[in-house]
């Protein structure tokens, strides 16, 4: 299932992704993330969920399936560096801007800033073309909530 999709997201000049494969490509970008340290844990598994829910307009239920297979998604997924490129040119800039500050929410979860983890998102907000004012904004903008 997920790869027919990789390869379409990772393929030159893909095409812009439709909502339910938009919505599955930027979770899969949070699981990410949120697994970069490590230690995937059930509050940031709460969180994705959450963020999705709240995104997406999505049910608890809706969005703990959206997580799962984002999840899936994730594991599958290449490396970080051409995942994230791929979801830059097929997803518009408004929705990457808005998925670095659920990003930045999903690396507070636990309450720690992660050096692995900043490092991570300064280069994804870089893979994702996100201005490095509108990247800070986002991640004050996580911090105040």
Request: avoid cysteine.
């Given at each position: 299932m997920f790869g027919d999709f990789l390869t379409r997201l990772i393929s030159p000049g893909p095409a812009p992704l439709d909502d339910g494969d938009a919505r599955l490509a930027l979770t899969a970008l949070l699981v990410r993330v949120a697994r970069s340290d490590g230690d995937y844990d059930?509050?940031?598994r709460g969180m994705i969920a959450r963020i999705a829910g709240r995104?997406?307009?999505?049910s608890p239920f809706e969005a703990q399936r959206l997580l799962k297979d984002a999840e899936t998604?994730?594991?599958?997924?290449?490396?970080?560096?051409?995942?994230?490129?791929?979801?830059k040119d097929?997803?518009?800039?408004?929705?990457r801007r808005s998925v670095l500050e659920a990003l930045w929410a999903v690396v507070l979860a636990d309450g720690q800033r992660d050096p692995e983890e900043d490092a991570l998102l300064r280069l994804v907000a870089s893979l994702l073309g996100i201005t490095d004012q509108d990247s800070a904004r986002a991640r004050q903008k996580a911090e105040r909530a």
């Open positions: 059930a509050a940031e995104r997406y307009g999505l998604l994730e594991g599958q997924a290449p490396d970080t560096v051409r995942f994230t490129r791929a979801i097929a997803v518009p800039y408004e929705d």
